[in-house]
């Protein structure tokens, strides 16, 4: 799930250099190490798939009206395709789908325990805040991708819908009873604080991945760039709080 205005392709405009300019057969073949940073982006991103149709499915049972259900139930789907793909490719490139998963499953676990919403406008905040976070951070990583991979991961962040559907939501929650913002906003900065954290800690878990966002097999990234990436993730986030008609 992405923000609607994709506030984070601060790569958009850029030249590709390196692997980034590469296939995937060219960029594997000529750092072995890529390859590994590559199944564990992959292996993170199919199970929060996973976990994000799981979860869409629980809301469900949330939801005050049948049409809401219905909405959330064709979100769940959306996510479930994107796992599908996600598992396929891994398969492809000569991965096992739950070995390369499994590093990610008690993090991200932690993280929907640690958030677990008290009611259906939490749900939402929570699927709308705290899966585009994820879905920024991933971005800025797919800019340094080979094109084959590159295409899957912006391919699977696509919104699948939640997006929009939240703020209308929120925002008509709020306009029949402006306490609820109070709330809501106090919610939503505790979702930033934890989904920052559990990005951190599953980088830092994971050589491949801490390499390629400080150097070496992603070309570009550096100490600096990295401050940069979290301050457009950042940002994002501000505006994504506004279009919520929340105080970040």
């Given at each position: 799930?992405?923000?609607?205005?994709?506030?984070?392709?601060?790569?958009?405009?850029?030249?590709?250099?390196?692997?980034?300019?590469?296939?995937?057969?060219?960029?594997?073949?000529?750092?072995?190490?890529?390859?590994?940073?590559?199944?564990?982006?992959?292996?993170?991103?199919?199970?929060?798939?996973?976990?994000?149709?799981?979860?869409?499915?629980?809301?469900?049972?949330?939801?005050?009206?049948?049409?809401?259900?219905?909405?959330?139930?064709?979100?769940?789907?959306?996510?479930?395709?994107?796992?599908?793909?996600?598992?396929?490719?891994?398969?492809?490139?000569?991965?096992?789908?739950?070995?390369?998963?499994?590093?990610?499953?008690?993090?991200?676990?932690?993280?929907?325990?640690?958030?677990?919403?008290?009611?259906?406008?939490?749900?939402?905040?929570?699927?709308?805040?705290?899966?585009?976070?994820?879905?920024?951070?991933?971005?800025?990583?797919?800019?340094?991708?080979?094109?084959?991979?590159?295409?899957?991961?912006?391919?699977?962040?696509?919104?699948?819908?939640?997006?929009?559907?939240?703020?209308?939501?929120?925002?008509?929650?709020?306009?029949?009873?402006?306490?609820?913002?109070?709330?809501?906003?106090?919610?939503?900065?505790?979702?930033?604080?934890?989904?920052?954290?559990q990005a951190q800690?599953?980088?830092?878990?994971?050589?491949?991945?801490?390499?390629?966002?400080?150097?070496?097999?992603?070309?570009?990234?550096?100490?600096?760039?990295?401050?940069?990436?979290?301050?457009?993730?950042?940002?994002a986030h501000t505006?994504?709080?506004?279009?919520?008609?929340?105080?970040?």
């Open positions: 799930m992405e923000t609607p205005d994709n506030a984070t392709d601060g790569h958009a405009a850029e030249e590709l250099t390196g692997i980034a300019a590469q296939d995937w057969e060219q960029a594997s073949a000529a750092q072995p190490q890529y390859r590994a940073a590559v199944v564990d982006l992959l292996g993170a991103l199919a199970y929060g798939e996973l976990a994000a149709f799981e979860r869409l499915a629980e809301d469900a049972k949330l939801a005050p009206t049948l049409d809401d259900k219905a909405e959330l139930a064709k979100m769940a789907s959306a996510e479930f395709h994107h796992f599908e793909q996600l598992r396929d490719r891994l398969t492809a490139i000569d991965a096992e789908p739950t070995a390369a998963m499994e590093p990610f499953a008690a993090a991200l676990d932690g993280f929907h325990r640690q958030t677990a919403p008290s009611d259906w406008l939490e749900g939402l905040v929570k699927a709308y805040v705290g899966d585009s976070i994820a879905s920024d951070f991933y971005r800025e990583v797919a800019a340094r991708l080979d094109s084959d991979t590159r295409s899957l991961v912006l391919g699977v962040l696509d919104d699948t819908g939640h997006g929009n559907f939240a703020v209308e939501k929120v925002r008509a929650a709020i306009e029949a009873d402006p306490r609820v913002g109070g709330r809501l906003a106090l919610w939503a900065r505790r979702l930033m604080g934890e989904a920052l954290s800690r599953v980088v830092a878990d994971r050589d491949a991945l801490s390499t390629m966002l400080v150097g070496g097999v992603a070309d570009g990234f550096d100490l600096a760039e990295v401050g940069r990436m979290f301050s457009r993730i950042t940002e505006k994504r709080m506004a279009a919520l008609g929340l105080a970040a």
